[in-house]
């Protein structure tokens, strides 16, 4: 699994998201948000949940999941709120001004917003420093989205 995993996250570097929409951080199979955790999750449980095809909705051209039927009508009601910064790319590389994939289990929430990076060694980093990676972080993703 580590193997097809360190394969499809090389695979993502090298088109660098051309094959996806560059809102949304999407899986390489199926237009997943979040790798198919279920964004509220985070905010309700304070843990990753893995969400159900069950419970899906489609939003900015993603499918995201749920874990249950409340928690996907919370997301319907304010999407913004529960869905990932940076389009769910990973917080640390946003701050450098790249989209990387991310490891949905690194996760922090930090004034009420849901932030994903990479791996336990990023994330680390980032939480060292998030005022200023967040702050830089938001101006890269401000730039990206303009260039559009």
Same mark, same amino acid.
């Given at each position: 699994?580590?193997?097809? !995993?360190?394969?499809?996250?090389?695979?993502?570097?090298?088109?660098?998201?051309?094959?996806? %929409?560059?809102?949304?951080? @999407? %899986?390489?199979?199926?237009?997943?948000?979040? /790798?198919?955790? +279920?964004?509220?999750?985070?905010?309700?449980? &304070? !843990?990753?949940?893995?969400? %159900? %095809?069950?419970?899906?909705?489609?939003?900015? +051209?993603? $499918?995201? !999941?749920?874990?249950?039927? *409340?928690? @996907?009508?919370?997301?319907? /009601?304010?999407? *913004?709120?529960?869905?990932?910064?940076? &389009?769910?790319?990973?917080?640390?590389?946003?701050?450098?001004? $790249? @989209?990387? $994939?991310?490891?949905? /289990?690194?996760?922090?929430?930090?004034? &009420? #917003?849901?932030?994903?990076?990479?791996?336990? +060694?990023?994330?680390?980093?980032?939480? *060292? +420093? #998030?005022?200023?990676?967040?702050?830089?972080?938001?101006?890269?993703?401000?730039?990206?989205?303009?260039? @559009?």
């Amino acid at each position: 699994m580590n193997k097809i !995993r360190l394969f499809c996250f090389v695979i993502g570097c090298l088109v660098s998201g051309s094959l996806f %929409s560059e809102d949304i951080n @999407k %899986s390489f199979f199926g237009n997943v948000a979040i /790798e198919g955790y +279920d964004p509220v999750a985070y905010f309700t449980e &304070g !843990r990753p949940v893995k969400g %159900s %095809s069950e419970f899906e909705f489609i939003w900015e +051209d993603a $499918k995201w !999941r749920f874990s249950s039927d *409340k928690n @996907k009508k919370l997301f319907m /009601e304010q999407p *913004k709120k529960y869905a990932p910064q940076f &389009g769910g790319y990973c917080a640390f590389a946003m701050n450098l001004g $790249k @989209k990387y $994939k991310i490891s949905p /289990e690194y996760f922090a929430i930090h004034n &009420g #917003k849901l932030y994903l990076n990479f791996n336990s +060694d990023v994330q680390e980093k980032w939480l *060292k +420093d #998030k005022e200023s990676m967040i702050e830089n972080a938001n101006k890269n993703w401000e730039k990206l989205e303009k260039n @559009k």
